[in-house]
C-alpha cells in the first residue's frame, strides 16, 4: 500500500479557536446549516467528540452519498484536529482510507493560517488519480472559505 502526501496552508481573518470551533467541535450542527445544498446530516456513530468518535456525514446532492470519519485525535488548546476518512464512495477504487492531520496557527493580525497534511492510503499497487485528489482539496477549500465567511458575518458566533 502507498502513501500520497499533500500539504495545504489557507490563511483567514478568524481567530484560530473560532475556526477550530466550527470546523471541528461544532461541525455537525454548522456544517448542515452553512452548505445545506451538499451536506444534507452529519450523525455521531459513536464516541464523545474526542479521539475514536466516528461521525458519518450525508451528501445532499452530487457523485457521493456519504462519507465516515473517525477522530484520531483532538488538541483543542493546541487547535490541532486528526482525523481519517475511512469509508465512504469517494474512497473509490484506490482509496484505503485518506488522513488529515489540521493545525491552525495564530497569524500576526489574530486571523489563523490553516495548515493541512493530508495521507492518501493507495489499495496494494493503486494509483492516486491526480484530478479526484484536486476536487476533494478544492472542496475542503470550499468549506474553509464558507466558515470563514460566516463566522466574519457573526462575530458573535464561538466568540
Known amino acids: 500500500m502507498g502513501v500520497v502526501t499533500h500539504t495545504n496552508e489557507l490563511t483567514c481573518s478568524i481567530s484560530p479557536s473560532r475556526m477550530f470551533k466550527a470546523m471541528f467541535l461544532d461541525a455537525h450542527n454548522l456544517m448542515p446549516k452553512l452548505m445545506p445544498h451538499t451536506i ?39 487547535h490541532f484536529c486528526k ?30 493560517v490553516c495548515k493541512t497534511t493530508s495521507h492518501f492510503h493507495c489499495k496494494d499497487d493503486a494509483v492516486l488519480n491526480a484530478e479526484e485528489m484536486k476536487a476533494g482539496i478544492e472542496k475542503a477549500e470550499e468549506i474553509h472559505k464558507t466558515i470563514e465567511t460566516y463566522l466574519t458575518e457573526n462575530s458573535e458566533v464561538y466568540a
Do not use: M, W
Request: hydrophobic share 30%; proline share 1%.
Open 83 to 112: 482525523y481519517t476518512l475511512i469509508e465512504g464512495d469517494v474512497l473509490g477504487d484506490n482509496l484505503e482510507c485518506i488522513t488529515h492531520e489540521v493545525k491552525l496557527d495564530t497569524t500576526c493580525n489574530g486571523g489563523c
Open 40 to 78: 444534507k446530516s452529519i450523525e455521531k456513530l459513536e464516541g464523545d467528540g474526542g479521539a475514536g468518535t466516528v461521525v458519518q456525514i450525508n451528501f445532499s446532492a452530487g457523485p457521493f452519498k456519504y462519507i465516515k470519519h473517525r477522530t484520531d485525535e483532538v488538541d483543542v488548546e493546541n
